[in-house]
């Protein structure tokens, strides 16, 4: 790339490709940023409301950041303000 583009511009694209990387986040980072308890993270893969992967030998749930990017444009809540009893 050094030769067709500037420093700038190369270190905009990698600063770009570095914030849309997905990122594997756990059930409980998913629950964190979400503000919902972990077993509703875990209903909601099972329904198919939040996509998951399955990885390893133990088979944990793993989820993508931009499908939980993705799931919070389509459902605006204030995430924030939720606290699960």
């Keep these: 790339m050094g ?3 500037s420093e700038g511009q190369e270190s ?3 600063d ?3 914030r849309e990387a997905d990122i594997l986040l756990k059930p409980s980072e998913v629950a964190k940023w979400l ?3 972990i077993n509703t ?3 909601w893969s099972r329904l198919g409301v939040l996509p998951s992967l399955r990885i390893g030998p133990r ?3 793993r ?3 931009r499908d939980i990017k993705m799931f919070i444009k389509k459902h605006p809540y204030d995430y924030s303000a939720h ?3």
Aim: no cysteine; net charge neutral.
């Design 16 to 18: 770009d490709l570095y």
């Design 63 to 65: 989820f993508l950041s």
């Design 35 to 37: 503000n919902i308890h």
């Design 41 to 43: 993270v875990r209903r």
């Design 3 to 5: 030769d067709l583009l």
């Design 59 to 61: 088979n944990d749930r």
């Design 12 to 14: 905009r694209i990698t």
């Design 83 to 85: 606290q699960e009893v």
